[in-house]
């Protein structure tokens, strides 16, 4: 199983950027996926995650309203669509995959992780 996550870059504040997860291995479609985070320093943190039928979602409080998680099971790929971004979302961004997950917000209910992809807002 590979998680490739991409799209980081350095954006300025309020601005969009958007993630993306391509997964490869795996019956894609069976996995709940998500996404977390870890800013220098601090601990990983949840950010979003969505179930393996693709309709709940779930999403820590700071990203509310900010952020929209989806998937497209035709193609393998999970995305993380970035709004109105602040400095405090800098951190490396991982994608991750729990066979037949639901919208866990906890790491360890994931079995497989991609490498991270860094993300970096200016003020």
């Known amino acids: 199983v590979q998680l490739q996550a991409s799209g980081g870059g350095l954006v300025q504040a309020g601005g969009p950027l958007r993630l993306l997860c391509a997964a490869s291995?795996?019956?894609?479609?069976?996995?709940?996926l998500g996404w977390f985070r870890q800013a220098p320093g601090k601990e990983r943190e949840f950010v979003a995650a969505?179930?393996?039928?693709?309709?709940?979602?779930n999403y820590a409080t700071s990203v509310k309203g900010r952020f929209t998680i989806s998937r497209d099971n035709a193609k393998n790929t999970m995305s993380l669509q970035m709004s109105s971004l602040k400095p405090d979302d800098t951190a490396v961004y991982y994608c991750?995959?729990?066979?037949?997950?639901?919208?866990?917000?906890?790491?360890?209910?994931?079995?497989?992780w991609g490498q991270g992809t860094e993300v970096t807002v200016s003020s």
């Open positions: 291995g795996l019956t894609f479609s069976r996995y709940g």
């Open positions: 969505i179930g393996w039928s693709g309709g709940p979602t």
């Open positions: 991750a995959a729990a066979y037949f997950g639901g919208v866990n917000p906890t790491s360890s209910g994931y079995g497989y």
